[in-house]
């Protein structure tokens, strides 16, 4: 087994929000689709990567509680991290070295009040 997710979902109450939010703490236009009733905004990811994207539909409760979402911060996490606050997010935890091996990482609250966290290894 390559990995052990191969799939995530962050869910938005306010899809336009949430993906104009995710849009530019990426710089990246996100590809949106209606798949059986869920709007999904599909997060960068080459084909040999964990894919994810932005969700809207019945079901889909965003919370601060529960598993936490450790999103590719790139090689400097600093890069989106610093985009943020200007799209409506807040940074809770700034940017911290876990160690050398492992890297850094950071949490941020997004404009769903989602909790996530970016990782990278600079």
Request: charged letters at 25%; hydrophobic letters at 40%; one cysteine or more.
């Amino acid at each position: 087994m390559a990995n052990a997710i191969n799939w995530f979902e962050i869910p938005a109450v306010n899809f336009d929000r949430a993906k104009k939010f995710y849009s530019a703490v990426f710089d990246a236009d996100l590809h949106v689709e209606d798949l059986m009733g869920v709007k999904m905004a599909f997060l960068p990811a080459d084909n040999k990567s964990v894919g994810g994207a932005v969700c809207s539909g019945e079901g889909y409760k965003p919370s601060m509680d529960g598993a936490k979402l450790y999103l590719n911060g790139g090689e400097d996490l600093n890069h989106p991290l610093s985009r943020v606050e200007s799209a409506g997010g807040k940074v809770v935890m700034p940017k911290t070295k876990i160690s050398d091996e492992i890297g850094y990482f950071a949490i941020f609250v997004d404009t769903e009040g989602n909790q996530v966290a970016f990782h990278s290894p600079r």
